[in-house]
């Protein structure tokens, strides 16, 4: 069964810091990689994906993330952290492809402080 | 281009009482799936259906039951409501006509369902 780990429930950073949140999967097919991030009391908004192809993918908001097969990490980064950047990111994956169905870490909170 | 509606936002429910959720898909998607959301499981997946057949469905018990209409409009009911039950459910749709097909699922602001 794939499943997916999201290692640190909570990340802070200063403002215009490196951000970095981890995610690592397991799957025994190629996988479809997803990042989502939700702000309270909303739904959850595409961040970026990976499915096939360049394994470095950059989605909005100034976030990328690059899939490592040997590692099977698909970590979430931005250069510069903004106040606006604080909120809730899910790493999901797709069982063959299906977006129809995800599967979702448990979540990073993400504090960015002044 | 109208996105994901879900209704109502926020519902309080008695336990052993029954609830109905709906959700409106983005028009021109088929696909239209439910999760769970509490912060001791995280996000879950419910069940997923497509051109009115579910084509997925997660391990939830059986109180938990879903359709989808001609329109691709959804709802999903709980039945003897328990106070686990207390979550935010949160309602998907993408355009993906088959298994296998990659798009992008957009979601919906969810429902805050309490149960007292």
């Known amino acids: 069964a794939q499943s997916v780990t999201q290692l640190g429930s909570h990340v802070s950073v200063s403002e215009g810091a490196l951000v970095l949140l981890r995610c690592n999967y397991s799957s025994s097919v190629p996988p479809y990689l997803f990042w989502y991030v939700q702000y309270p009391n909303q739904g959850l908004q595409l961040l970026l994906k990976?499915?096939?192809?360049?394994?470095l993918v950059k989605g909005i908001n100034g976030f990328e993330a690059e899939f490592k097969k040997s590692e099977t990490s698909f970590h979430l980064t931005k250069p510069s952290a903004h106040m606006s950047d604080a909120a809730e990111y899910f790493c999901a994956v797709s069982p063959s492809g299906n977006t129809g169905k995800l599967i979702f870490g448990q979540g990073t909170t993400l504090q960015v402080k002044p | 281009k109208a996105g994901v509606t879900q209704t109502p936002r926020y519902l309080i429910k008695t336990r052993g009482q029954q609830v109905t959720l709906s959700c409106s898909p983005i028009?021109?998607?088929?696909?239209v799936s439910w999760y769970q959301q509490t912060p001791g499981q995280g996000l879950q997946f419910l069940f997923e259906y497509f051109s009115e057949t579910q084509r997925n469905k997660g391990n939830f018990p059986g109180r938990f039951s879903g359709r989808q209409f001609s329109n691709s409009r959804s709802e999903m009911n709980v039945s003897t409501l328990e106070l686990g039950d207390s979550a935010l459910y949160l309602c998907a749709s993408s355009w993906a006509a088959q298994q296998g097909m990659n798009t992008e699922a957009f979601f919906g602001q969810g429902t805050r369902l309490t149960v007292v």
């Open positions: 028009s021109g998607h088929r696909s």
């Open positions: 990976y499915t096939t192809g360049a394994t």
